[in-house]
């Protein structure tokens, strides 16, 4: 694949670099910046510190919450040595990508990622955390196009553990609560899901609508957006270009045909490496149900069996996964209390709630966090660095 063109610059609050005019390769978009950061996460703790307060405050009175005398503490120290399980295999299912598409990305970086994911997705709506992972791989030395296919594809086999959860759901427990906000999550991650096949498959059907959108752009705003030549990333620039679009048009189908590209070399080369990814991603999915499950027993709640938990939770999952808020804050914690009225009682459910969310969320996103904010600063370092050495 062609070596990137680019130059730095600080874009966002971060160090990210622009393209090279004319280099027509894959470029790094702008960066995760701390201001962003602090936002995002501001706004998740707010709705998180909300609705937990409304759970608190709305316990009916006389209602029983947790006593010391009934708190199991072996199930703590099974939920304490279960707490790595989810982060070790999403980074696992990386690592696994990485063998095939960038194999110099060590399985350490594929957990610094992961976090990563997660902190991101704490802060942007719709469970969204792809650009903190992109981030973190681009910083190990992966291109921009094959980072963002990693994540991807990690995302693909997320996608498939997930609709084998529903099918079960569905045709088998057929215990799913939610209707039509259930039906919403799972179409919601068919369209996905198509999207990211046709990238792979027909990314002209992508380019064309792009670049007829970007000739409008500029028509409306008068000739001010300027337009230039744009090749895919490993077509020779001795050919006549493919399209002409403005800056941000030519970065999306750089990363789409790139995408198209690590895709198709993935295929070739991983087949087995797939299996793997859907595997672990289905083992990180149901740890978060065993997770719960071991929350409610730690509380002393053994009003339902692990199966019951699980298919509750599985449309817990379901109905947050693309929840409009930051991390689903407020959305989670609601629909937990409904799902899983019937299992717990009312004097433990927001303890209940504080304990899941932190077990299974606040942790991994507070590691993300700190390695993101950690990586912000190396770059802004870096870059003071290196124009100070400009200046001299």
Not at 313 to 326: D, E, G, M, R
Request: charge should be positive; aromatic fraction near 10%; glycine fraction near 10%.
């Amino acid at each position: 694949m062609a070596s990137q063109a680019v130059c730095p610059t600080w874009e966002g609050g971060g160090f990210g670099s622009r393209p090279v005019p004319g280099s027509g390769e894959v470029t790094t978009p702008p960066r995760l910046g701390s201001w962003n950061l602090l936002i995002g996460g501001a706004g998740f703790v707010l709705l998180t510190i909300g609705i937990l307060w409304f759970q608190f405050h709305r316990i009916p009175q006389g209602a029983a919450g947790p006593r010391w005398t009934e708190l199991r503490w072996g199930y703590l120290a099974l939920l304490l040595l279960a707490l790595p399980v989810e982060t070790l295999a999403s980074a696992a299912r990386m690592w696994v990508v990485c063998r095939v598409l960038e194999p110099g990305v060590g399985f350490w970086t594929c957990v610094n990622a992961e976090w990563a994911n997660v902190a991101s997705s704490m802060l942007t709506p719709s469970q969204s955390g792809g650009p903190g992972q992109v981030y973190i791989l681009k910083r190990a030395g992966a291109q921009v196009g094959t980072a963002l296919a990693i994540s991807l594809l990690s995302f693909v086999g997320t996608v498939v553990g997930l609709l084998l959860m529903g099918l079960y759901a569905l045709f088998v427990s057929r215990t799913v609560t939610g209707g039509a906000l259930f039906a919403t999550a799972v179409w919601g991650l068919i369209a996905i899901s198509a999207l990211m096949v046709l990238a792979a498959v027909a990314p002209g059907l992508l380019r064309v609508p792009l670049a007829a959108a970007s000739r409008v752009l500029r028509r409306v705003a008068g000739g001010r957006v300027p337009l230039t030549d744009w090749w895919p990333p490993l077509v020779p620039r001795t050919v006549a270009p493919v399209e002409q679009v403005d800056r941000l048009t030519g970065w999306l189908l750089d990363l789409i045909y790139t995408y198209r590209d690590d895709v198709a070399r993935f295929v070739r080369r991983g087949k087995a490496s797939f299996a793997w990814v859907c595997l672990l991603s289905l083992v990180f999915l149901l740890e978060r149900c065993v997770m719960a499950y071991l929350c409610l027993r730690f509380l002393g709640v053994e009003t339902a069996s692990l199966r019951q938990v699980v298919e509750a939770q599985i449309t817990v999952i379901f109905l947050v996964y693309l929840a409009p808020t930051p991390g689903a804050a407020g959305m989670a914690e609601g629909a937990s209390l409904s799902i899983m009225a019937e299992i717990v009682p009312p004097g433990l459910a927001p303890y209940y709630n504080l304990l899941w969310r932190f077990s299974t969320v606040y942790l991994a996103a507070l590691a993300g966090l700190v390695t993101l904010l950690r990586a912000v600063v190396e770059d802004a370092r870096r870059l003071r660095s290196s124009l100070r050495e400009g200046h001299q």
